[in-house]
């Protein structure tokens, strides 16, 4: 099952390659990480969507924590959680595309932010499956480039991950 | 008015000395070169612990980790940046597989030369990061004293392990002041020490109630100082209990209630009561492959399984437990006697059936061997060894069948006696490993026993024990084989032996003596005590002693990789 996995750790050179070495080394799946740092710079947060049965991912959370640079671990799956990811598509805009290509944008509230001749790109946010759901409505061929930052969640409510 | 002190202004260097002073390390395994010449000449002008020169780097980790493990303090190497770095790789990955505490001190290149592939240069943290327990690159003179302490901190508690600091040769030579942290505060690192009570009190009910109870414990009882309370426990119960490779000397071997070592070359009797028991008590080990080697088996037979670690990670990763307790084994095992002792448990109806049916496995004599061809049979020369050293030794060994053979024969009654690689399997160890408890305890008797494949792997440390004069005994078992790759490959490969016939030995009585040693060769099997006995005399010599053995022997009990417990092939069997 797919699962998001979020992480503090601190804010130190090589603390990411401890995270991903972490994932190759013991055979785990990595389908997406992004990283970044909080509010308090010497913390860096961390969402892994990974998948596994529950064995697997129980091996996952206990071996991050095991991790002496990692601060908290949450399985968001454990409970209540939203998930968003944010992904800029280059789209060719020529003739009857441009018309086309602002109307899907609308559909999917996403932005045109940059225009040129011949081409826009879009920014859209969402669940991996509006993302995906996006990609799947446009004509392949008017697709120039496509990149997504992978997921992040957070949990609902008084759901807090925090030191 | 009050004296103030101030904090001396001193070198990188010398800040390096004057931690490993205030934690009172009495020896530094190590091996000089350019990135470490400022330690070094720090080293010359101090005298708190002694430097011990090798002949190679993974030696000085082997050492230290022998040190460790012999003590159970933390082993200290130092070793220079690039080559030399990457040949203690072998004894950090080592001691990480038998969570060993270690701090390994690595020269760096200069912080400016840091990624310009300068002369003699890797990626110590890089490279070391899936083999340590954690490791730190030091790039700034004031963070040296706060790292270090860090890093003996984490080696020595919760599961221990190496840690690695790698420090840039220009920062050696930078001043700051020294001030030694009196403790240290980690938000991201608080290990667990006491274990669950209401986990505790559920684990001691089923250990009470259970009709074939089991006791298994590794190298954690071991490394947990806690084979007293094992021993309180197991008495008061009056259950049988096994030790795994790494935890053998964790119940002493020749008490009656002690079934042997289990696993894929233990005893009948363990085995069996492993598989057919239905509670079992683990402390300290971790179900790996050679002890439970296929884990379907062994769940085709139900059990109740408790399990005492300190480390979470080792609880339900290969076999699924029904009483998790994540503590310190002391503090676990001390809170089930007091609890046990509230009871006064007496031998029930049940019990008793299951030692005579224990009893019944153990007369198969699974360890017998036959004595009657006119060689040298290696088991005989083991139980001569324990006879001689009155099994009080420090018995190291190098991997292999000599190893499984030490491991069967010696029999252990103490902890931190039996010195081996038991998770990474590091042919090699066997001499610095000997050196390393030799330095911990210099009047004790210390045996290593050896392959010649194995000893040639550190061979070059006859050196360092002339050096320091190091009484130690090599107890070399020639079969002219790699005797494991050999029996291996006559079980499940038609004979083929591929590559482990091992030709072109060396004289290795010349060779002891050539170093400085006494070397002796023994072939028949009348001479073998007399020569123990003679060798042990020698108190103040190093004795190398080539025993040229059986060929063909192989060791017994054994279950064939990915069979269950009770699927064993006996000698008897053949």
Redesign the interface.
Same mark, same amino acid.
């Given at each position: 099952m797919r699962h998001i996995v979020s992480l503090l750790? /601190?804010n130190e +050179?090589?603390a990411l390659?401890?995270v991903a070495?972490l994932f190759s +080394?013991r055979g785990y799946n990595i389908e997406s990480l992004t990283v970044a740092p909080t509010e308090d710079p010497t913390l860096s947060r961390m969402t892994i969507v990974t998948s596994g049965s529950d $064995?697997v991912i /129980?091996?996952i959370i206990?071996?991050l924590?095991?991790l !002496? $640079?990692?601060?908290k671990v949450l399985d968001l799956n454990d409970g209540k959680f939203i998930e968003r990811e944010l992904m800029l598509v280059k789209v060719k805009a020529t003739g009857a595309f441009r018309e086309e290509m602002k109307r899907m944008c609308d559909i999917f509230r996403g932005r045109i932010i940059d225009v040129a001749d011949g081409t826009f790109t879009i920014e859209l946010t969402g669940s991996g499956h509006k993302l995906d759901a996006f990609i799947e409505g446009l004509d392949n061929a008017a697709i120039l480039e496509t990149v997504r930052t992978g997921a992040s969640g957070i949990g609902r409510g008084d759901r807090i991950l925090k !030191? | 008015m009050a004296e103030t002190t101030h904090p001396q202004h001193i070198t990188g260097a010398e800040i390096v000395i004057r931690c490993l002073e205030q934690e009172n390390v009495k020896f530094v395994f190590g091996y000089p070169g350019g990135a470490v010449l400022h330690i070094y000449d720090a080293i010359y002008k101090q005298g708190h612990f002694k430097h011990i020169l090798v002949r190679h780097e993974q030696a000085a980790v082997h050492a230290a980790d022998a040190f460790s493990r012999a003590t159970g303090e933390v082993g200290v190497a130092l070793v220079t940046s690039g080559p030399g770095a990457t040949n203690a790789i072998t004894g950090i990955a080592t001691a990480y597989m038998d969570s060993i505490p270690l701090v390994v001190i690595s020269g760096q290149v200069p912080v400016p030369a840091i990624g310009l592939d300068a002369f003699q240069e890797v990626d110590m943290v890089g490279v070391t990061r899936p083999c340590v327990k954690h490791n730190f690159l030091v790039k700034d003179v004031k963070d040296i004293a706060t790292t270090l302490k860090k890093a003996f901190y984490i080696a020595k508690t919760g599961r221990p392990g190496p840690v690695v600091v790698d420090i840039p040769k220009d920062i050696t030579a930078h001043f700051a002041d020294f001030v030694y942290p009196e403790s240290v505060e980690m938000r991201s690192y608080n290990p667990v020490t006491k274990g669950h009570s209401g986990q505790i009190k559920k684990a001691v009910k089923l250990l009470l109630e259970a009709k074939r109870p089991m006791v298994y414990t590794g190298g954690g009882l071991v490394l947990g100082d806690a084979s007293e309370l094992l021993v309180k426990l197991v008495k008061a119960l009056g259950v049988p209990v096994t030790n795994t490779l790494m935890g053998l000397g964790g119940y002493p071997s020749t008490d009656k209630q002690f079934l042997g070592m289990l696993g894929m070359h233990g005893t009948y009797e363990a085995n069996m009561a492993m598989q057919d028991c239905d509670v079992l008590l683990a402390v300290g080990a971790r179900f790996d492959d050679r002890v439970i080697g296929n884990t379907d088996h062994f769940y085709s037979k139900d059990r109740t399984i408790i399990h005492v670690d300190i480390d979470p990670s080792s609880i339900s990763k290969r076999v699924k437990v029904h009483v998790p307790i994540v503590g310190d084994v002391k503090s676990v095992l001390a809170e089930m006697n007091e609890l046990v002792a509230l009871e006064k448990p007496t031998q029930s109806p049940a019990l008793k059936a299951w030692w005579t049916q224990i009893e019944s496995w153990r007369g198969k004599l699974c360890l017998d061997y036959s004595n009657n061809n006119g060689l040298i049979k290696p088991q005989y020369v083991i139980e001569k060894l324990w006879e001689v050293t009155k099994g009080d030794a420090y018995v190291t060994s190098d991997v292999g069948q000599h190893q499984m053979w030490a491991a069967q024969y010696y029999k252990f009654d103490k902890p931190r006696r039996w010195i081996n690689s038991g998770g990474l399997g590091t042919m090699g160890v066997g001499l610095p490993y000997a050196m390393g408890c030799q330095f911990a305890d210099p009047t004790a008797q210390v045996a290593c026993v050896t392959g010649e494949g194995s000893i040639q792997m550190n061979i070059q440390e006859l050196s360092t024990c002339k050096q320091y004069s190091l009484p130690i005994k090599v107890i070399l078992l020639n079969n002219r084989y790699l005797g494991m790759v050999r029996q291996w490959q006559e079980f499940f490969y038609e004979n083929r032996y591929s590559e482990s016939y091992m030709d072109s030995l060396p004289d290795f009585v010349k060779l002891a003596e050539s170093y400085g040693h006494v070397g002796m060769q023994i072939t028949k099997p009348e001479d073998v005590e007399g020569a123990l006995k003679e060798a042990f005399d020698m108190k103040s010599r190093f004795v190398f002693m080539d025993f040229i053995t059986d060929q063909k022997e192989n060791v017994f009990p054994m279950i064939p990789n990915g069979k269950g417990l009770s699927e064993m092939i006996l000698a008897e069997d053949l």
């Open positions: 750790m /601190e +050179a090589g390659s401890r070495g +080394a $064995d /129980e091996q206990k071996q924590n095991k !002496v $640079d990692v601060v !030191v | -």
